[in-house]
């Protein structure tokens, strides 16, 4: 670049033409050949509380895709875990899994937790709108019953992760059927698919705005 001022400084017109277009492919093959780490870059940029201010926050689409996917799950007796982390981070859980890194859809997580997938084991964990891994392990709660009923394995995870992190699991249990969901050690259970999409909006925006806040207050405070 600095080349191609000097040879228009010193009217080498061609020479600065050529100079130019070789600065221009020289920028046009750096984005080629490093892409994927330019994208990974600007997904973690994306991913920061402080970037996030600036654009409009909409839960809808995990809502959707969560309920809708935990509806048929039920429907066809499948079980699953899916555990949304609200705040902070489980990168130890995430750890024990297999890394997915992708962007959440309902078909991605009926796929996950069909009973032949390899992955259908353990959790799922997503984070914002991406589901980060699978087949993860989570802590089991003390609590064995709900209610007068046996909590099986999947209730224990799902509300143990609870217990210990700002996340919510949606649970499924493929002996019933029916959807439950814990936060914060407390566990719900019969839920619809109307009641979990709710249920995961309210809750996302509440923990969503209480963040914002922080994020402003701290940031005042400097």
Sequence with gaps: LFLSFLAQAANFIALGWLLKLLSDIWVIAFIILFQPEI???LVLIGRTPIIRIFFKNDHSNVSDAISEAAYELAQLQHGAL??????GGIRGVVETGEIIDSKISKNLLKTIFFPRSPLHDGAVIIHNDIIEA?????PLSTETKKDGRILGMRHRAGLGISEIAD???VIVSEE???????????????L?????????????????????????????NI
């Design 176 to 190: 019933t059927g029916s959807i439950s969901v814990a936060e914060n050690g407390i566990l719900k259970t019969g």
């Design 134 to 138: 699978a087949r993860c392990t989570l």
């Design 192 to 220: 619809s698919k109307e009641a979990l999409k709710k249920y995961l909006n309210d809750s996302l925006k509440k923990s969503s705005d209480k963040s914002i806040r922080g994020i402003l207050q701290n940031t005042k």
């Design 39 to 41: 994208r990974r870059m």
């Design 82 to 87: 899916m555990v949304i982390v609200k705040s």
């Design 167 to 169: 996340v919510i699991s």
